[in-house]
């Protein structure tokens, strides 16, 4: 996929997640945050509307944010990270929240307002190309969106991430990274590069990022959870394995005769069949991925990363 059909593909998918209609359920959205660090009590301080499900790890974890600091949050989202920043830097901080996607913004207002947040801001840019003026974070973070910019464009979030970090400042990513390299079919399957897997680097390709960009100190560390979490959770909130689940579930229709199969990922031909795909988790981009390419264990592909580095005090 060329850059400006992910950046199209992205905003697509994401302004559909924006809408309340798409929204998962509040107990499939806390089941996802809790599963990757999240706190009942954390969850209870923000609007229910800010956390979508989308996380792949908890940033703030790592991030050591302190009063009066300046917080960048790339790919803010409905302001989910930003809004839990927010008491953690106190009136006399700062966080801003970034994003291209203006529906995702107007919602992260829509969720302003309701938090009353007074040191939080929203602006809306791609985060390769920020207007924010140079040296002015004390911490950057990020959550599971980096793995969402187009290959050739990565050093340029990374690069950007440095020039606005003030010196000795700091950045702590969520991130999905390969663990493998990705075949082919996966790499070119649309709904797994909107659903954070396609795009994932190999850890060494990360290291060479923050390296290029000029970062020292970097420290990568894979969480080990399980990604499966997103197909697994059901709208209640509970785990419920993968066969109950179902990553993807084929009904083929065929020649006035019905068949049902849960794996296999070729579509059947014979006169006339019809194969339709039943979505039976809340995340319909893997569901997607997994029609197209057939049932998939994404821990085998791709992990949850904690990623945490310096930039240069001098």
């Not at 199209?8 to 309340?20: D, F, K, M, N, Q």
């Not at 409905?78 to 913004?105: C, E, H, Q, W, Y």
């Not at 990922?265 to 039976?280: F, I, Q």
């Not at 988790?281 to 997994?290: C, I, R």
Request: with cysteine; aromatic share 6%.
């Amino acid at each position: 996929m060329d850059s400006q059909k992910i950046y199209s593909a992205v905003l697509e998918r994401y302004s559909a997640l924006s809408s309340e209609k798409a929204q998962t359920s509040d107990a499939y959205s806390k089941s996802v945050a809790q599963a990757f660090g999240y706190t009942e009590e954390e969850l209870r301080g923000i609007p229910t509307q800010a956390n979508l499900g989308l996380s792949c790890g908890n940033p703030l974890a790592i991030a050591s944010l302190r009063e009066g600091e300046t917080v960048i949050d790339l790919g803010s989202g409905a302001g989910f990270d930003v809004f839990l920043a927010s008491p953690k830097v106190g009136p006399t901080g700062r966080v801003i929240g970034v994003d291209m996607n203006k529906d995702m913004l107007s919602l992260a207002e829509k969720n302003k307002a309701k938090f009353s947040a007074h040191n939080v801001e929203f602006l809306r840019a791609r985060i390769t190309d920020i207007p924010l003026d140079s040296n002015v974070a004390d911490a950057i973070i990020s959550n599971c969106v980096i793995n969402l910019v187009p290959e050739d464009e990565k050093q340029s979030a990374f690069n950007e991430i440095f020039r606005l970090l003030k010196p000795g400042g700091r950045v702590a990513v969520s991130d999905i990274l390969a663990k493998k390299p990705l075949p082919e079919t996966l790499q070119k399957c649309a709904a797994a590069y909107v659903g954070c897997v396609a795009g994932a680097s190999l850890l060494s390709q990360y290291h060479r990022y923050f390296k290029q960009a000029g970062f020292s100190d970097v420290l990568i560390e894979d969480t080990k959870n399980d990604l499966n979490v997103y197909i697994d959770a059901s709208s209640e909130g509970t785990r419920q394995g993968k066969e109950a689940a179902g990553v993807v579930k084929q009904e083929t229709h065929c020649c006035g005769a019905d068949s049902t199969s849960s794996t296999s990922p070729e579509k059947a031909s014979c006169c006339g069949c019809r194969t339709t795909v039943k979505n039976m988790g809340e995340n319909p981009d893997l569901s997607d991925m997994a029609a197209e390419l057939g049932q998939i264990d994404l821990n085998e592909w791709v992990g949850s990363y904690k990623i945490f580095a310096l930039k240069p005090s001098a």
